[in-house]
């Protein structure tokens, strides 16, 4: 068993009584802080309760639900499996198609169709793609939180690229209501395939030039290695999931471990942090995983797109979708961890119960433990490496 | 292991606290009760043959039937394996015991659960609501939740 | 009648009423509040980086609501953030406005029916000055609202007028 409190602290100076020159005890209290729900970088609108002494962290409260919008009980009101899908967009705004092919997933294993190959292949392309997006996002907000603006513009200018794919494709920049059950609303337009291939080409350089630029700079680098160290042991025991397990050295993706799609048949590595710049699992290591699974995406992008086969984007489905009774646990590797949706139907055309396991919600819980001991400054860029989406936490 | 093994190792080990199964559903699960979850997770998570040391999803029930449930969805790093464990309790008596010593991350699913269903998770280390504010009333996922009119002088409804 | 329309052709000088100068200096430099609620302030985001340029509006993001002259309501107004949306809106200085973006902060959005923790409108807590629709409205939509949030700003009077 874990104990959260006997955690190794990560600074030498503990917190405690202070010697002054006279031999007296200098009396340090203790002092609240409170981060959010309105702040710069809480990444939305998280609120950290944070009791400091001094600069030092003894404890981070966190309260969530600012942003709860009843995901669950508007699930289990629709009229049809196929309405919930734009809800499962908004759960994790920064990566709508992996939260809809968590969802069809699930629905699709309860429902036990065969989907078309080419479906399968066009899912992972927008899959990956939306993958790069959300890394991107993630990646350009932790530089601003360490201070670094250029960074962000650099993201979100590659990030409108991949976006202009999608708009293409579906017609929408954010929530696609692409992935439907049983395949997509519509097929990729002629074009798409030479242009995501341009991206591919062009992206690839500037990886290495966003890594130039923040990735293995001095001063990024002096700020976040052996920062917020997380234990292999405390990530499973919090059940963390992607990056943030992959960073503490666990060979861990479900796209290899639990397949689903068509990942198999592809080539490709899962990325794990190394310590290369202090200890396995600090901050450095979470960033770096991400910056390089953005490179993974991008040689399975261009295998899919290679192998793309002709082919319908529908599988013949029943018009009313009704799964007999019974329940499935569906998950998938989203860019923020494990996104599992458990279903429970009960033979009607709506589902009775979902419940979304979110990965930012999970991950989120761990904060307290690893930023213990921790200065004050570095809570920006430990909870900036957790990588939250609050949609996906408060659902 | 398969769930037929792990379901005979839980009954050699536990005997009635194993209430009943359903080993040929596509994910099989096992129901156990509500009051001796913590040691059987203990058991779970510790038995060298079974090792679930990854708590995947823990999800609060309303069955609709005035039974709720909590089920618990583990993974074995090691082996590999899953199972689906349920725990149901009446809405008269929602106790459920606590896993969060076992798994770390059932904290806040547990949370969770009490504050859409209002199942009390017996020796929870801090059992408070987690997403609706403090001063709510009701628990919102139940099948028979009714929308208050007003919270702190806003209107709900549209 | 423009601003510079009056300006004498030798010299620094120029003549305007104190009103349209006024005007002209709130609605070039509308300091708006940073801060997102949900998807909204992804293109929020994305309407502030380096492809749609916000800051040519003269619209710079600030931290707190001390020196903010505008808010933009991002995203899903819940009602456990209401009371903070209004305090905040309390802290910002007179003149202050607040564009509501996206169908969330206009009615409740897709969450009208059945959120139960979801404020249907944010006008229901504090005044909207204006309204932009989508779900999320593009960049361009955003651009659009303070445009029309400019052309407010530059018909206002000193004076009031009579109701």
Redesign the interface.
């Known amino acids: 068993?874990?104990e959260?409190k006997s955690l190794p602290t990560q600074y030498a100076s503990q917190p405690g009584p202070v010697q002054t020159s006279s031999g007296k005890t200098l009396r340090t209290d203790e002092m609240i802080i409170n981060m959010g729900?309105?702040?710069?970088s809480t990444h939305?609108?998280l609120r950290l309760e944070i009791v400091v002494e001094g600069e030092i962290i003894i404890d981070v409260i966190p309260h969530?639900?600012?942003?709860?919008?009843?995901f669950?009980?508007?699930a289990e009101?629709m009229t049809n499996y196929q309405q919930v899908i734009?809800?499962c967009d908004?759960l994790d705004?920064?990566a709508a198609i992996n939260d809809e092919h968590s969802y069809v997933l699930a629905v699709e294993?309860m429902l036990k169709i065969e989907l078309p190959e080419r479906v399968e292949y066009i899912r992972v392309v927008m899959a990956e793609l939306q993958r790069i997006a959300s890394h991107l996002?993630a990646v350009g907000?932790f530089g601003i939180d360490a201070g670094a603006f250029t960074p962000?513009?650099y993201a979100?200018?590659d990030?409108?690229l991949i976006l202009d794919l999608f708009e293409m494709t579906c017609g929408a920049?954010?929530?696609y209501n692409y992935f439907w059950i049983g395949g997509l609303s519509h097929d990729i337009p002629p074009q798409f395939v030479d242009k995501a291939k341009q991206f591919c080409t062009y992206f690839r350089p500037r990886i290495k030039e966003f890594n130039d630029l923040l990735t293995y700079n001095e001063i990024f680098v002096k700020r976040t290695a052996n920062v917020g160290v997380l234990p292999k042991d405390?990530a499973?025991?919090?059940?963390c999931s992607g990056p943030m397990l992959r960073g503490s050295g666990?060979n861990?993706d479900l796209r290899r471990?639990d397949p689903y799609s068509v990942y198999h048949k592809l080539q490709w590595e899962p990325q794990i942090g190394k310590g290369e710049m202090g200890t396995v699992g600090d901050v450095w290591d979470r960033h770096i995983v991400r910056m390089r699974e953005m490179e993974v995406s991008l040689s399975i992008i261009e295998q899919a797109l290679a192998a793309l086969p002709e082919g319908n984007v529908q599988a013949a489905i029943p018009k009313r979708i009704r799964p007999d009774a019974?329940?499935?646990?569906a998950?998938t590797e989203t860019p923020r961890g494990?996104l599992?949706f458990?279903v429970?139907s009960d033979g009607s055309g709506t589902p009775?119960?979902v419940?979304a396991?979110a990965p930012a919600?999970?991950n989120l819980?761990?904060l307290p433990?690893i930023s213990r001991g921790c200065m004050i400054a570095d809570l920006v860029l430990i909870a900036g490496s957790v990588d939250i989406v609050?949609?996906q936490v408060?659902? | 292991m398969t769930a037929e093994e792990i379901l005979n190792s839980l009954k050699a080990k536990f005997g009635d606290a194993i209430v009943e199964a359903k080993l040929d559903a596509p994910q099989p699960w096992i129901v156990v009760n509500p009051s001796r979850t913590k040691e059987i997770a203990f058991f779970l998570r510790d038995d060298p043959a079974t090792r679930f040391d990854y708590m995947m999803c823990l999800s609060g029930v309303d069955y609709n039937n005035g039974k709720l449930g909590i089920v618990y969805h583990l993974f074995s790093m090691v082996h590999r394996h899953k199972i689906v464990l349920k725990a149901f309790c009446t809405k008269e008596q929602p106790h459920i015991q606590s896993v969060t010593s076992v798994w770390a991350t059932a904290n806040w699913h547990e949370r969770e659960a009490f504050d859409m269903y209002g199942i009390v998770i017996d020796e929870h280390p801090d059992l408070r609501r987690i997403l609706l504010p403090y001063d709510w009333e009701g628990h919102p996922l139940r099948k028979d939740y009714q929308v208050p009119e007003f919270y702190n002088g806003m209107k709900v409804p549209y | 009648m423009g601003l510079l329309d009056q300006r004498f052709e030798n010299g620094n000088v120029f003549v305007t009423s104190l009103e349209n100068l006024l005007n002209w200096a709130r609605l070039s430099s509308l300091y708006q509040m940073q801060f997102g609620l949900a998807c909204c302030a992804i293109e929020m985001m994305a309407a502030s980086a380096s492809d749609f340029d916000i800051m040519r509006f003269g619209i710079i993001p600030r931290a707190t609501p001390r020196q903010a002259d505008v808010m933009f309501v991002a995203g899903t107004v819940t009602l456990k953030m209401a009371s903070r949306i209004k305090r905040l809106y309390d802290q910002m200085a007179e003149p202050r406005y607040i564009i509501s973006m996206g169908s969330c902060a206009n009615c409740g959005g897709p969450y009208w029916e059945h959120g139960y923790h979801v404020l249907k409108g944010v006008d229901r807590v504090i005044p909207v000055d204006v309204y932009v629709p989508g779900c999320p409205p593009r960049p361009e939509a955003l651009l659009e609202g303070i445009i029309k949030l400019q052309e407010k700003v530059r018909k206002e009077s000193l004076v009031k007028k009579p109701a």
Request: charged share 25%; with cysteine; proline share 4%.
């Open positions: 068993m874990i959260t729900p309105q702040h710069p939305g609108v969530i639900g600012y942003l709860h919008r009843c669950e009980k508007h009101h734009p809800y908004r705004y920064c294993r996002i907000t962000f513009l979100f200018h990030r409108e920049r954010l929530l405390v499973l025991n919090y059940a666990i861990w471990d019974g329940e499935v646990y998950r494990e599992g458990y429970i009775f119960r419940k396991r919600f999970v819980s761990v433990a609050l949609g408060d659902r």
